[in-house]
């Protein structure tokens, strides 16, 4: 009996089980829990703030276009009215000359189509509505700036050789005249260049579907 009892007491105590072991899925769930859904249009840069941004920059695109147009609507109705104006008798009409009536034409047809632009964009900005449909009307913008910018400065760069010519020979009212109005002819193809630029922007970021 007492080497029985020696063996018992010599004996390695059994393990025991731990009273509760979680499963293996719930505990991988406690250890890296699964991160909350993106919010609607994060990884898109749909945002609100990126909304608004993009009102802020159509809405300037917008009074730009409007500005430039309207600079553009003044430097043509100056050259229009300093040409038809500049009649001073005998050799000094400017109706004698082709490459001034052709500066007058140009400069009315600017007058118009500025002034016509200049009035859409004005119930635009009032109404935010558009007469024609938006690709349409940024794709005549585009067109038409560039059109009417290039008939101005042909006819202003006409106008100056003649110009020029008679300033060397003389210098009186009638070719300061002239010269004042090709200088207005000049500046209405510079604003409507900047225009054609921004009709351009507002033409490649268009949406056709």
């Given at each position: 009996?007492?080497?029985?009892?020696?063996?018992?007491?010599?004996?390695?105590?059994?393990?025991?089980?731990?009273p509760f072991a979680p499963p293996a899925a719930a505990a991988a769930d406690f250890e890296s829990p699964v991160p909350p859904p993106p919010a609607a249009g994060a990884g898109s840069g749909m945002g609100v703030p990126a909304i608004v941004r993009r009102w802020r920059r159509d809405d300037l695109v917008r009074k730009g276009s409007?500005?430039?147009?309207?600079?553009?609507?003044?430097?043509?109705?100056?050259?229009?009215?300093?040409?038809?104006?500049?009649?001073?008798?005998?050799?000094?009409?400017?109706?004698?000359?082709?490459?001034?009536?052709?500066?007058?034409?140009?400069?009315?047809?600017?007058?118009?189509?500025?002034?016509?632009?200049?009035?859409?964009?004005?119930?635009?900005?009032?109404?935010?509505?558009?007469?024609?449909?938006?690709?349409?009307?940024?794709?005549?913008?585009?067109?038409?700036?560039?059109?009417?910018?290039?008939?101005?400065?042909?006819?202003?760069?006409?106008?100056?050789?003649?110009?020029?010519?008679?300033?060397?020979?003389?210098?009186?009212?009638?070719?300061?005249?002239?010269?004042?109005?090709?200088?207005?002819?000049?500046?209405?193809?510079?604003?409507?260049?900047?225009?054609?630029?921004?009709?351009?922007?507002?033409?490649?970021?268009?949406?056709?579907?």
């Amino acid at each position: 009996m007492s080497g029985a009892e020696d063996g018992q007491k010599h004996a390695p105590p059994q393990p025991t089980a731990p009273p509760f072991a979680p499963p293996a899925a719930a505990a991988a769930d406690f250890e890296s829990p699964v991160p909350p859904p993106p919010a609607a249009g994060a990884g898109s840069g749909m945002g609100v703030p990126a909304i608004v941004r993009r009102w802020r920059r159509d809405d300037l695109v917008r009074k730009g276009s409007l500005v430039l147009r309207g600079l553009a609507l003044l430097f043509s109705l100056l050259a229009f009215i300093i040409m038809a104006s500049n009649k001073h008798g005998d050799w000094k009409d400017f109706d004698r000359y082709e490459e001034f009536r052709y500066l007058l034409a140009i400069s009315i047809l600017a007058t118009l189509y500025t002034g016509v632009q200049a009035l859409r964009h004005v119930h635009q900005i009032s109404t935010g509505q558009d007469l024609v449909k938006r690709q349409t009307s940024a794709l005549i913008d585009f067109a038409g700036d560039q059109v009417v910018a290039y008939l101005l400065i042909s006819a202003a760069s006409t106008a100056v050789p003649m110009t020029n010519k008679m300033r060397d020979n003389v210098d009186n009212l009638f070719t300061d005249c002239l010269a004042a109005s090709i200088s207005m002819a000049f500046f209405g193809f510079l604003t409507l260049a900047l225009s054609a630029l921004i009709s351009g922007y507002k033409l490649s970021t268009q949406s056709y579907i």
